[in-house]
Nanobody, 115 residues
Framework: QVQLVESGGGLVQPGGSLRLSCAASRSIFSFNVMAWYRQAPGEERELVASITNGGGVNYSDSAKGRFSISKNMAKNTVDLPMNNLKPEDTAVYSC?????????WGQGTQVTVSS
């Protein structure tokens, strides 16, 4: 059974920064794709950023230029530094790890952007 544990969420003022981290119970390089999703109240879950086993990255339009997904080999984590945060970034952010026939999800971490 794969476990994913997110950390780094919290309350931040508009324009501030947070760094999310997703720790996996097995090598992050064993997954085809790892990704960050978010879900705001009353909204559907949406992809924020993803990174393939080969290092290819993909971002939502709202994340481009502000967020950056990367793998930390030493810590076995997938990190998401987020800069210039806006109130509309407020959501529960969840980590996902995918294999060809199965996907795993973490519990999520709350990000609140408010003054």
């Amino acid at each position: 059974q794969v476990q994913l544990v997110e950390s780094g969420g919290g309350l931040v003022q508009p324009g501030g920064s947070l760094r999310l981290s997703c720790a996996a119970s097995r090598s992050i390089f064993s997954f085809n794709v790892m990704a960050w999703y978010r879900q705001a109240p009353g909204e559907e879950r949406e992809l924020v950023a993803s990174i393939t086993n080969g290092g290819g990255v993909n971002y939502s339009d709202s994340a481009k230029g502000r967020f950056s997904i990367s793998k930390n080999m030493a810590k076995n984590t997938v990190d998401l530094p987020m800069n210039n945060l806006k109130p509309e970034d407020t959501a529960v952010y969840s980590c996902s790890a995918r294999l060809p026939t199965q996907a795993y999800w973490g519990q999520g971490t709350q990000v609140t952007v408010s003054s």
